[in-house]
């Protein structure tokens, strides 16, 4: 049996149209193993739509829709990568919301490759040491943020890692993150 040190915990994932496969998936089936609820978060319901690269995916159900979504029903975030997906996340109103409430309350946020759009244009980054895909490098600093090119990155309560090669790397760092912050929001109740 696996290891469940997450057992009771309630991680959102934001995502819409275009993320990539193995990012959302991966990541999610690493959370739900260690004993997560995961509810998948994006703009309208139904089904999105996943990349492989340039490729077209598979579509996965929609949870929630964002409008209807709030952060203190959760106690942590994943956000996976892709770069159409990253894009038009971060210009929703409601997800820059959301994944501030979740830093100013100091709950663990994960993110990959183009994620940490997000972040940029919710002005978090400023201060930060993160990193992503090596294409928003530009990106990450002009908002304040020091990108560095390492597997999986840890600052706070922030895991960050590059690209699809490195999710073993973002699963193992990602469930000692989020384990860290259950036992502090336990210690906190």
Same mark, same amino acid.
């Given at each position: 049996?696996? $290891?469940?040190?997450?057992?009771?915990?309630?991680?959102?994932?934001?995502? #819409?149209?275009?993320?990539?496969?193995?990012?959302?998936? *991966?990541?999610?089936?690493?959370? +739900?193993?260690?004993?997560?609820?995961?509810?998948?978060?994006?703009? #309208?319901?139904?089904?999105?739509?996943?990349?492989?690269?340039? $490729?077209?995916?598979?579509?996965?159900?929609?949870?929630? *829709? =964002?409008?209807?979504?709030?952060?203190?029903?959760? +106690?942590?975030?994943? =956000?996976?990568?892709?770069? /159409?997906?990253? $894009?038009?996340?971060?210009?929703?109103?409601?997800?820059?919301?959301?994944?501030?409430?979740? +830093?100013?309350?100091?709950?663990?946020?994960?993110? @990959?490759?183009?994620?940490?759009?997000? /972040?940029? !244009?919710?002005?978090?980054?400023?201060?930060?040491?993160?990193?992503?895909?090596?294409?928003?490098? %530009? %990106? @990450?600093?002009?908002?304040?943020?020091?990108?560095? $090119?390492?597997?999986?990155?840890? +600052?706070?309560?922030?895991? !960050? !890692?590059?690209?699809? #090669?490195?999710?073993?790397?973002? %699963?193992?760092?990602?469930?000692?993150?989020?384990?860290?912050?259950?036992?502090?929001?336990?210690?906190? !109740?």
């Amino acid at each position: 049996m696996a $290891d469940r040190k997450l057992e009771g915990m309630r991680v959102a994932i934001l995502a #819409t149209n275009g993320f990539e496969e193995p990012e959302l998936l *991966e990541p999610r089936a690493a959370l +739900d193993a260690a004993g997560a609820k995961t509810t998948l978060i994006a703009p #309208t319901g139904g089904k999105i739509y996943g990349m492989k690269h340039h $490729d077209k995916g598979r579509e996965v159900e929609v949870d929630l *829709e =964002l409008a209807q979504a709030n952060p203190a029903q959760f +106690d942590a975030v994943l =956000l996976p990568g892709g770069a /159409l997906n990253a $894009d038009a996340l971060r210009v929703e109103k409601h997800a820059q919301q959301f994944v501030r409430e979740m +830093d100013q309350h100091g709950r663990p946020i994960a993110f @990959i490759c183009h994620a940490p759009w997000l /972040l940029v !244009s919710a002005g978090l980054t400023n201060g930060r040491t993160l990193t992503g895909y090596h294409t928003i490098r %530009d %990106d @990450i600093q002009n908002a304040g943020g020091k990108w560095v $090119d390492q597997k999986a990155v840890r +600052d706070r309560n922030w895991v !960050s !890692s590059r690209k699809p #090669t490195d999710i073993p790397d973002f %699963d193992k760092e990602m469930i000692e993150l989020f384990a860290a912050g259950k036992a502090r929001a336990m210690g906190n !109740s």
